[in-house]
């Protein structure tokens, strides 16, 4: 730190400040044209930019944020793939989004045969126990074999090789799921009336609050597993030197094979809220979910796993409100499609103002002898 | 840990005519080392003379060209590390290397991954803490925010809690101040003393033979030298042969 | 360096997205402004066409401007169908593409040539989907006319290619006022000499819509969402614009991105406003999003929803979310039309379709398809004669003056007039209302609750 205050400011230095600094103008002036809509509409300052802007209802404003952190713990969740395989092997596997595609897909096939056979309407959350069941072991096979077939023999070689064969193995996957089961989009059955219906004296959805709760499980279960159990030592060991881990005994191979069963079956998990939630899904469906989960993972901070589920929740949030909260009052058109956008330029804002992401640490050199 | 005195008769880990290659270099040519139970040993070499070779090779890291690696009487060339470690073979890595992002309960814990007797990986944690005291201390804090010889200090822990035959300790004065070195020798005699066999890799002769029993001493992948640690400190080929080898830096070991 | 290597990555994804997402809009402002002038000075040319006596020259169509193309004896005539044949929207090309199959074999021969299809094209419903498939059709020197495109966003950049190279184009499929005129006598932007259609001006579809939520539900405010394709946004537009002349009030018009799922962002903008109605003309996947997600928004609980032809199939109307909902679309009860060329009606059709794929339609532009494709093989006879050597003598610009000229055709979809900007459409729009549930979708589609003819 003391290093760094000392070094003279280069020019790209000051470049970085003037964008960090228009960055949080903008933020700044869009968050309090904003503010000043919702205290009335009519004021200069809320007109200043915008004269149509109307603002949003207390109601509204909560549904944005209530479906931003449903879809921001569904990236979460795929995050924590990306963000394990980056810690252990260092590299980005980018069709850990297509892991997610898979999990929803199984989820399509096997609620659809329950359905069918009655059980679907029956027993519910019976049902849905067996797609999770179902879903998670497909998508961590997945992810295994993948591991096995494709990376395996990559290991030790430059970084960017297996990165490109991620990208490869992703079209592999998306084009497989064409082929078995065609390019139309397909849905999942009708879910129950109470979780279509709004809850709680917060009025959210009942599939909002189950995708909440369960990726919230989901997260606990897998910190216990990464931070209690002697597998979990042994990734993080691996993760941080596997040559030490394997004169501890551990046998590194078997340990990365753990990492990505366990990265899948988050993945899986992820597929089947988002099939509740939406109910519908199509071979490209893990393609944008799965670069903002990156993008989640590098926000949060690569390698850290609460990071990657914050990392979630704050690109899920700023690209449902943002929109709407900083767009809208400074007066740029058709905002809404700019959703993704306003993921992306979190990641963007965040790495300026933060290199390491949220939470990542750094440490010191002599660390990394 | 036994207070047994040293059995001559059959060594507890042995290399007999031990070639080995990394790629096409030649490191080691028929090495002979025998390491008894109870002994504290020295392998003495400058850079690039085989003394990291020698280590991988009784790891099963490396396997030899020619030869054979004995535990206990039994012929383990081309095992796996795990095998080795799981039959008390461990090694105190060069810079000790913990997890430093781990806390040092769960170093210690890493150390005796391949255990699953419980009780006795409890007491063992008890008996560390009876080495080092310190260590008790630091247990929840990360490994990387210790000082140096704290570090060493869980180093050793972490390998005496695989439960340990022969403890292998690759280069222990490196990279430490000279107070630390001090240090860590006199960790390195205390253990020695409570029963632990010890085979230790190091450059600086002084020290090492200060507290072995013996030592060799290795030149461009050639034993040259096989004596008493007395013996060897009053002769003067080992101050010949060894300037010889560290002089040579361009090749990394 | 680990680090520096993730950040540089990740900050080159994020721009490259910001890349692509702009670089959408650019294409679309370029093809736009570009193809409308190209094709002009072969229209003035045009009127001195019939006036060309020559010996050998049969009595046909056409000055020879656009050049003439040859068809050897015992060779077929070229022509091609581009349509959504796979994808989301497969549902509505599919059924043009066996439009025109089935047209070509009820017409017959011109003048003794059997007329060949080639292999079905797929336009993608997507403006680099047509691209990449006009580039394939004009390739073939021999090709005189196409059937298609099924979407307005692949006509955009498929119009452009394919009249250039003196080839007509026909669509049973495109909506979009941009690829013909406002009907007041201005082209629209991306309209091309040589571009016809059979199905209607989505001026008159937004106009039905809008005078059935202001005259029959008697709503005054309304919202409308589009995708950013042309026939969504010039469709979406087209209501905009008749619901404010009818009276009403536009509390808000927005986009959605294709992909997108999360929908409670836009529906919150638009809820903002608090519309009585949401007009929603796009596509599936996104269709579904947002009918299924309006109704918890706060603000939209109690809006009607309503849509138009490109969502008004059998697989929509089968969703639950669905149920209750408004479609526009074109008026479907072909009755006892005849198409003058082949002597067929929509029944005849309807049996043979069923009999052949096992299913009936699931999409509404069929007839448009067999209509678009009837045309063009009475403008090729038209405009063609067989020569002493038995060769198939076919002008090209003659093919565009037979269509030019088409006035009073009795087609499956009605009377048939070509406007001087391509339209030929029988611009009957009805609105159905989705009775609900799986086992209504059929009888959903013709549960009409609204006619509109101009």
Sequence with gaps: MRARLLRPRTRVDWFLTVIRVAVLIVLAVGFAAFIAQEINPDNPFAQWANPDATGLTGAQFRGLVVSGIAQGSMYGLIALGYSMVYGVLGFINFAHGEVFMVGAMTGMITSNKLADAGLWESNFIGSLVFIVVVSIIVSSLTA??????????????????????????????????????????????????????????????GAKILVVVVAALSMAALWYYVDRTKTGKAMRAVAEDAEI????????????????????????????????????????????????????????????????????????????????????????????????????????????????????????????? | MSQDPPDRAVPLLEMRKVNAHYGAVHALRDVNLSIYAGELVCLLGGNASGKSTTLKTLLGMLTPTSGEVVLDGEVVNGRPTSYLVARGVTMVPENRRLFKRLTVRENLQLGAYLRKDSDAVASDLERVFELFPRVKERLGQKAGTLSGGEQQMVAIGRALMSQPRVLLMDEPSMGLAPTLVQQNFELISQIHEAGMTVFMVEQNANMALGIADRGWVLQTGRVVLDDTAEALLANPALRTSYLGGGKDDSDSS | MKRKLLTLVAALFALSLFAAACGGDGDDAE????????????????????????????????????????VESGGAVQIRSLNAITGDVAFFGLPLERAVMLAIEDYGPVHGFDVDLGTGLDDLCSN???????????????????????????????????????????????????????????????????????????LFQGAAMAKFVFGELGLTTAAAIHDGDPYTQGLAQAFADAFEAEGGTMTGFSAVNKEDTDMVPVLTEIAAGGPEALFFPIFQPAGDFIADQAPGVSGLENTVLLAADGLLNTNYLALSQTAGMYFSGP?????????????????????????????????????????????????????????????????????????????????????????????????????????GGEDNAEASMDNVVFSFAP
Aim: hydrophobic share 45%; with cysteine; glycine share 12%.
């Design chain 1, 245 to 369: 881990a394997a004169l501890m005994g551990i046998d590194v191979n078997r340990t990365i094979v753990k990492v990505f069963a366990v990265g899948g079956a988050m993945a899986g998990m992820a597929g089947i809220l988002w099939g509740i939630l939406f109910r519908s899904v199509i071979h490209t469906t893990g393609f944008l979910p799965g670069i903002k989960a990156f993008s989640a993972a590098v926000v949060g901070g690569i390698g850290h796993l609460g990071g990657a589920m914050a990392g979630g929740l704050s690109i899920g949030v700023a690209e449902s409100v943002g929109p709407l909260l900083i767009l809208e009052p400074l007066g740029v058109s058709g905002v809404s499609q700019l959703r993704d956008a306003v993921a992306f330029s979190m990641l963007i804002i965040v790495l300026l103002v933060k290199p390491a992401g949220l939470f990542g640490e750094r440490l010191p050199a002599e660390d990394r002898t």
């Design chain 1, 144 to 205: 295994v074999i993948m591991e096995r077939v494709a990376y395996r023999p990559l290991r030790g070689s430059p970084r960017l090789i297996p990165l490109i064969t991620s990208i490869g193995v992703s079209f592999f996957l998306q084009n497989a799921s064409v082929v078995l089961l065609g390019p139309a989009s397909k849905s999942y059955p009708d879910v129950p009336d109470w979780l279509k219906a709004k809850h709680t004296f917060l009025q959210i959805e």
């Design chain 3, 331 to 435: 008026d479907t009860r072909f009755g006892e039309n005849v198409n003058q060329s082949t002597g067929k009606t929509a029944q005849d059709f309807l049996a043979v379709y069923e009999e052949r794929w096992g299913e009936s339609p699931a999409a509404p532009f069929w007839a448009h398809g067999y209509d678009a494709t009837t045309l063009l093989l009475d403008a090729i006879a038209a405009a063609s004669y067989v020569d002493a050597d038995g060769n198939l003598q076919v002008d090209r610009q003659g093919i565009r003056d037979h269509l030019n000229s088409v006035e009073g055709y009795s087609g499956l979809i009605g009377t048939i007039n070509c406007d001087d900007f391509g339209d030929c459409g029988a611009a009957r729009i009805t609105v159905v209302q989705n009775i």
């Design chain 3, 31 to 70: 093809t736009t402004t570009a193809p409308a002038a190209t094709e002009a000075p072969a229209a003035t040319e045009a009127p001195a066409a019939t006036e060309t006596p020559e010996d050998e020259m049969m009595d046909h169509l056409g000055d020879g401007s656009l050049g003439v193309v040859s």
């Design chain 3, 128 to 202: 680099d989907g047509g691209q990449a498939a006009a580039q394939i059709i004009v390739a073939d020197e021999d090709v005189l006319g196409v059937i298609g495109t099924s979407c307005s966003g692949a006509a955009v950049a498929a119009a452009p290619l394919i009249t250039n190279a003196g080839m007509v184009l026909i669509s049973g499929g495109n909506t979009s006022p941009a690829l013909t005129s406002d009907l007041a006598g201005t082209p629209g932007d991306n309209y091309n000499v040589g571009y016809y259609r059979t199905a209607h001006n989505d």
